[in-house]
């Protein structure tokens, strides 16, 4: 009996590097949690003998992409939520 096509590694790890090239078309560090999360859901089902649901699938890649977001949040934020501003224009 085939597996379902969400426990396929390489369609996730397919679905991390889109995720990424969508991050760079529209930069933000939204779409990177995703990928990341997706990435690493895809290696975890290299894992021989682990099969789970559907949901727990999702609540896997759910709980990776939010604790990648905020890794990378905390990484590349500025301090205290400061807004980066500029004083002088690259023309000059």
Do not use: C, Y
């Amino acid at each position: 009996m085939a597996d379902p096509f969400w426990l396929t590694w390489w369609l996730w790890l397919a679905a991390a590097l889109a995720l990424g090239i969508l991050e760079i078309v529209l930069p933000g560090f939204i779409f990177l949690g995703f990928a990341i999360g997706a990435a690493v859901t895809g290696l975890l089902l290299l894992i021989p003998g682990l099969a789970p649901s559907l949901p727990i699938l999702l609540l896997i890649f759910a709980a990776l992409s939010l604790i990648s977001w905020l890794i990378l949040r905390r990484m590349f934020s500025l301090p205290h939520d400061q807004v980066k501003t500029f004083n002088h224009d690259i023309n000059e």
